[in-house]
């Protein structure tokens, strides 16, 4: 693609990304029957569809760039263009939210708590649920909805660090912070310690470091907080609520291939 190509791109997608739909629809429908030999009329009629005087001149900027490089391309074309560009960012904005989720002092923006959040995905989790933490340690409330997501049929994957693959890290039992009625029906997996990299120093090996929650494929919480009462209730940590879309499958579907792949192994 030509840098000229990837200018236009950038206008383009400007536009449709900061602009309202129904603007982006209204610009398309003023300009796409307007013939290129008046671009003057092109241009005034394109503007006045653009609403606010920021709105106008991000048209107006849309409008010059077509003249000036891509003139053979009609306006109808440009006007379809324009319209699937928008019908694709507002798709994409309608089956994605993202919020964000914080553990910490409170402020007066509207953040939601990580505790709070994590039990509501484990809530919402119907056929199955995987969850992945490098430590784990006095959360009876997690325990809690988790043995209640199993006694209503979801499976439940969990994917945590084990003590004796972290030489000189964590000492205790993360798969007894679960308790049996989670770690005996729950399907556990580890990453063992001779398929991890080591320092070339230190000699130790690599951790597996993750933290997250994905209920269904349709729901994941990516966060800095492991599964304790610190990081869940005290500490400042931060993470993200992204419902829909497709990162939740994304994130499933690679902790699979890690199992398939036998870099998770079965506890």
Excluded at 72 to 78: M, N, Q, V, Y
Aim: neutral net charge.
């Amino acid at each position: 693609m030509s840098t000229a190509s990837k200018v236009r791109l950038n206008v383009v997608r400007q536009a449709v990304l900061e602009l309202p739909p129904s603007v982006i629809e209204m610009v398309a429908r003023a300009i796409e029957n307007v013939p290129t030999s008046d671009w003057n009329a092109l241009r005034q009629r394109a503007e006045a569809a653009g609403g606010s005087p920021s709105g106008r001149a991000l048209i107006r900027k849309l409008i010059d760039r077509w003249y000036s490089e891509a003139p053979d391309i009609s306006p109808h074309s440009f006007a379809f263009a324009l319209l699937a560009a928008t019908g694709t960012a507002d798709y994409l904005r309608k089956s994605q939210t993202v919020e964000v989720v914080w553990t910490g002092p409170d402020s007066d923006l509207p953040l939601r708590h990580t505790a709070q959040v994590l039990q509501q995905v484990i809530r919402e989790a119907r056929n199955s649920l995987l969850v992945v933490s490098y430590a784990v340690y006095d959360i009876p409330e997690i325990v809690q909805v988790l043995a209640d997501a199993l006694n209503r049929g979801v499976h439940l994957s969990l994917v945590i660090e084990a003590p004796e693959e972290q030489i000189g890290h964590a000492a205790y039992n993360t798969l007894a912070a679960f308790g049996p009625h989670v770690s005996q029906r729950a399907t556990v997996y580890r990453w063992p310690q001779e398929l991890r990299p080591m320092h070339p120093t230190s000699h130790k090996p690599a951790a597996l470091h993750v933290k997250c929650a994905v209920a269904d494929g349709e729901a994941l919480l990516l966060s800095s907080a492991n599964l304790t009462h610190y990081a869940l209730n005290l500490n400042m940590e931060m993470g993200v609520l992204i419902r829909g879309g497709r990162l939740p499958r994304q994130v499933v579907k690679h902790f699979v291939w890690l199992m398939e792949q036998q870099i998770l192994v079965p506890v």
